[in-house]
């Protein structure tokens, strides 16, 4: 599966913005899918995955109740809702997906996951 990350840009710190991640190829809900971020100077860390049919979503405990992930399997699109954003979510936004069955063990690792999007910059200003 291809997928290609769009959505991102500059927002000021409080604001919303939403990112997308379109998959191509093979079927999309053969996937679990996820964000990831990496911000300067730091390593790549989990921010949200979600379950093939999108029944279980899971965060990361510094985005929880300000982020939402969703996915359309029809659309074959993976979505990021993010609100109230701060200063310390600018970094690089990445989709990936994995069609492993020890997902719901390993859906916060990257290692865990075979296909990548190129990567969409957020930026929030203070």
């Known amino acids: 599966v291809q997928l290609q990350a769009s959505g991102g840009g500059f927002v000021q710190a409080g604001g919303s913005l939403s990112l997308s991640c379109a998959a191509s190829?093979?079927?999309?809900?053969?996937?679990?899918t996820s964000w990831f971020r990496q911000g300067p100077g730091k390593q790549r860390e989990f921010v949200a995955a979600?379950?093939?049919?999108?029944?279980?979503?899971y965060y990361s405990r510094s985005v929880k109740g300000r982020f939402t992930i969703s996915r359309d399997n029809a659309k074959k699109t993976l979505y990021l809702q993010m609100s109230s954003l701060k200063p310390e979510d600018t970094a690089v936004y990445y989709c990936?997906?994995?069609?492993?069955?020890?997902?719901?063990?390993?859906?916060?690792?990257?290692?865990?996951?075979?296909?990548w999007g190129q990567g969409t910059q957020v930026t929030v200003s203070s």
């Open positions: 190829g093979r079927t999309f809900s053969n996937y679990a």
């Open positions: 979600i379950s093939w049919t999108g029944g279980d979503q």
């Open positions: 990936a997906a994995d069609p492993g069955s020890s997902w719901y063990i390993t859906y916060n690792d990257e290692r865990s996951y075979n296909y």
